[in-house]
């Protein structure tokens, strides 16, 4: 089970930081990622990290300005949100166990607003 937390309404250009804490069982050998849904679009890649050398892959929309990382020990994988924009605007899930291009496990969403 993923349990997604840290959304909220912000204004363009604050920052905001979100939580994934995973239970039932370890992702210390699974990929992690984020992804998000804006109201009437399809949902879209925004990070992801891999769990071998924890190297980390980002949607051009987000690069410089959204850091995704992970503890272990926690069994969490976070999103550092900088310079926010109302485009940034979606529900936020994050996501576990990448197999070539498909993800097997999903958090519930949290809501991010980005007010101009």
């Known amino acids: 089970q993923l349990q997604a937390s840290g959304g909220g309404l912000v204004q363009a250009g604050a920052s905001l930081s979100l939580s994934c804490a995973a239970s039932g069982r370890t992702f210390n050998r699974y990929d992690m990622g984020w992804f998000r849904q804006a109201p009437g679009k399809e949902r879209e890649f925004v990070a992801s990290?891999?769990?071998?050398?924890?190297?980390?892959d980002y949607a051009d929309s987000v690069k410089g300005r959204l850091t995704i990382s992970r503890d272990n020990a926690k069994n969490t994988v976070y999103l550092q949100m900088n310079s926010l924009k109302p485009e940034d605007t979606a529900v936020y899930y994050c996501?576990?166990?990448?197999?070539?291009?498909?993800?097997?496990?999903w958090g519930q969403g949290t809501q991010v607003t980005v007010s101009s």
């Open positions: 996501t576990a166990d990448r197999r070539d291009s498909r993800w097997l496990y």
């Open positions: 990290i891999r769990w071998t050398n924890s190297v980390r």
